[in-house]
Structures are given as C-alpha cells and as structure tokens.
C-alpha cells in the first residue's frame, strides 16, 4: 500500500514532506501488446506496472499517470489527469486487456507526445514529462524521428527491451542520453522484476534532480550544496588540496545558510551519494559539529552529517518512518588535520562510509520519509547552535545516482592515487 503523506504541524499551517513520492510529474508507459509478447507475460508486465507506480502519491498536484497499449495502433487505455487516488489507478491498471497485433513502436511514442503530453491540463506548468517504451521486439515502423521529435518537446524516454529479439541500437535511438542511465534490457519478462527498483530511482531522479553537475567528461543530476548556499559571495577563496584546486574558508562570521526549498525544492531521492573535501584543525578535531545538516521549521532534524570530534566518529542523522529520526554513527579516519574526502553512499536499506576512497564501514538504516522543504539547510554549524565552525571546504555535493560511487574517485586529497587513475 502507499505511504501516506506525512505532516507537521506547526500552530495553523500544515507542511507536507516532500520526495519523489510527492513531486509532480506526468508519467506515461507505452506497454508493447504485440503477439509475440503473449497473454500470461502482459500479465507480468501489469503486475510490474502497478508495483512501480504505487511508490507515487497520485493526484492533480504530485504524479499524474497515463498508459497506452500498442500493437498495429496505440490504444489509449489510461489517460493523463484522470485519477485522485492510486487505489483507482491501479485497479484500471489491472484490468487493462491484452490486445494482440504486430509492433509499430514509433507510432505509440508519437501518439503519447501528440494525444497526451500535449494536452495535459498540466502541460504549460513545465511539470517533468517523461515516458517509459516497453518493447520485446523489432519496431515494424520508424522509431528515431518519433523519439527525437517527443525529446524536443521536453519528454524524457527511457527504453525497456525484453529478451533476444529487441536490438539495442533501437532501444539507443528511442531513449535519451546516456544509454547506461536510460537504456534497460532484460532476458524475458518473468526477470522483469529485477529492474524494479533501479527503475523507481531512476524516475525519481528525474523528478527531483532537476540540475547537473559537471563531472570529468559528463554531466551529473545532483546537487552542488556549496554553490546551493552562495559560498562564492560569502566565504573567501583559497587554495585547495592542490595549488591548482580552489576552496573556501569559513569562518565564525560567514554563515552558510540557505532555506532548503531553494537548495532541494522538491526533497532527495531514495538513494544518492554524498560527498565532502574538506579540512579543519585544532580545536575542530575535539569539538562536535554538523558539515552539512537539513531543518524543519521547528527545528527538527531530516538529514545531518556530523563530525564528533571527541569520539572521532562521523554520525549520519536522516528521517525515520518508525521514529520520525534515525542516526547511524562510524567510526572515522579524518581527524589529523589534513584534507580528506568523506563519501557516503546512502540507500534505501544501508549506509556506507568512506574515506579517501577506503571503505570504511556499512551500517543499516530504516525505511525513510521524505524532508520538509519549508525549513533550512546548512553547511558548518556547531551541533544544535547557528555559531559557524571554521573549517576549509573543497567541495560539498549529492549525486543523485547511486552509480556515481563506483565512479568519483579521491584524486584530489594528495597521496590518494584511486584504480581509476591507475586504469
């Protein structure tokens, strides 16, 4: 069943948290139903259809969702904006029929740009638009146009290929860029499964990590939390792990605060990334403070990296379905007063720390909610205090990707030389 959507109470005004489950978007799937897909694997691509689409609160202000069926010719069988809650939603998504019939795949990416993203009710408030083709065969009719046409119109296309016959070229010339982000192919339906919820993070990506990072020779979704809070104008330039790195010093004085709406507009996605380069000395390496913490308007904390100085520890605070706030705490290897690279990998069911590229530890977390955006984020603030801590900070950042991982290396704290180099 879906989550509620949960509340605070602050006197007269209600604050709802926000997460991919609330963000707004209008969400299309375009379900090959050609013969060669056969009646008892619709069944399963249904059942996977209804368990993806139950992670969203359903309604006019979060996802609306549509889907077209496909053979010779795309048959509407959900239209966009028609449903207030997901209980409706899935029941017309189970009962949707099988229909039979050859494979014109192009026709059906054009059909959901022409007849339902553009006339959405929502379609001039420039809500995220994305579809998801499901095809286990060759296209009987031309896909590239249909595609790039839906793309310039703002719709994002991931591509779902199903067994042996499906070419990965045509799934390449459906889906944007890059393919490893929105390209998917499984054996046959029955595993289809298995992409469940690299599916779910990937749609909620999309929704909520509107803006891109810059990252050696690509582009990633995330949030660059330095330049998020203005450090550029308020903290001075100096240099970083390397003469060639830029930082910025904090002081006492300089305050790092930003209210999150501005930052996280729309909340976090299920799994991301985080990443510090930074340096503090003496007293910081016995004092207890907060490197990057999210607030609500009463003060509560969502998400909070801490740094305990007098345990030596790093402490990771976010929300919790079963105690409104859960904490996990490592033990860490950054307290010498030299820079070091501190990355988290957070996911649904664990947290993992690492240092300098050395993983450290992994620690379980709960189920999370999603963060209430009406509050404040900051950067360097003693725990439980607005005082500034002073410290150095290289780069402060959330990649939306749990895939970046594997990817950023710690190239920049001197010393380090990561496999990637070495590759």
């Known amino acids: 069943h879906p989550h509620p959507i949960w509340l605070l109470q602050l006197g007269e005004v209600t604050l709802a948290s926000q997460s991919c489950r609330t963000a707004p978007s209008d969400l299309v799937f375009i379900l090959d139903g050609s013969w060669s897909v056969e009646d008892t694997n619709f069944e399963i691509v249904k059942k996977w259809l209804v368990n993806i689409t139950s992670n969203f609160n359903i309604g006019n202000t979060f996802t609306q969702v549509g889907v077209i069926q496909y053979s010779d010719n795309p048959v509407l069988e959900i239209p966009l904006g028609t449903h207030s809650s997901s209980e409706e939603l899935l029941r017309d998504m189970e009962s949707i029929s099988y229909m039979g019939g050859n494979t014109r795949t192009g026709e059906a990416i054009k059909f959901a ?7 959405s009710e929502r379609a001039p408030n420039g809500v995220t638009k994305i579809a998801v083709v499901l095809t286990d065969g060759k296209s009987q009719d031309e896909v590239k146009d249909a ?37 998917f192919h499984v054996e046959e339906y029955i ?14 990506e999309e929704t909520v990590c509107p803006s891109k990072i810059p990252v050696a020779a690509s582009d ?45 507009p729309d909340g976090l996605p299920p799994s991301y990334v985080f990443v510090a380069t930074m340096r503090f000395k003496s007293p910081l390496t016995r004092e207890n403070w907060d490197l990057w913490r999210i607030r609500a308007l009463n003060g509560m904390t969502q998400i909070a990296v801490t740094l305990l100085g007098q345990e030596k520890s790093v402490q990771f605070s976010t929300t919790s379905t079963e105690n409104g706030v859960q904490v996990v705490t490592f033990t860490a290897k950054l307290f010498d007063e ?52 002073a410290f150095e900070v290289q780069k402060l950042r959330i990649y939306c990707s749990p895939e970046q991982n594997s990817r950023e290396t710690a190239c920049e704290i001197p010393g380090i030389v990561s496999m990637m180099a070495i590759i």
């Open 338 to 389: 030299k820079w070091h690279q501190l990355r988290l990998l957070v996911t649904e069911e664990q947290i993992k720390l690492y240092v300098d590229d050395q993983e450290i530890e992994t620690l379980a977390l709960a189920p999370v909610l999603g963060i209430y955006v009406n509050g404040k984020t900051q950067v360097g603030k003693y725990i439980n205090k607005e005082e500034s801590v």
């Open 191 to 204: 595993v289809i499964s298995k992409i469940r919820e690299v599916m779910r993070q990937k749609l909620c």
């Open 220 to 264: 990633e979704k995330g949030f660059d939390i330095l330049v998020g809070v203005d450090i550029n104008k308020k903290a001075k330039r100096v240099p970083g792990s390397f003469a060639t790195k830029r930082a910025y010093q904090v002081t006492q004085q300089v305050d790092l605060t930003e209210q999150t709406r501005n930052i996280f």
């Open 113 to 119: 740009d022409k007849q339902m993203f553009a006339i």
């Open 147 to 183: 595609a790039e046409e839906a793309r310039n119109n703002k719709i994002t296309l991931f591509a779902i290929g199903v067994g042996p016959e499906i070419k990965d070229d045509e799934l390449k010339a459906i889906a944007n860029k890059p393919p490893s982000t929105y390209v």
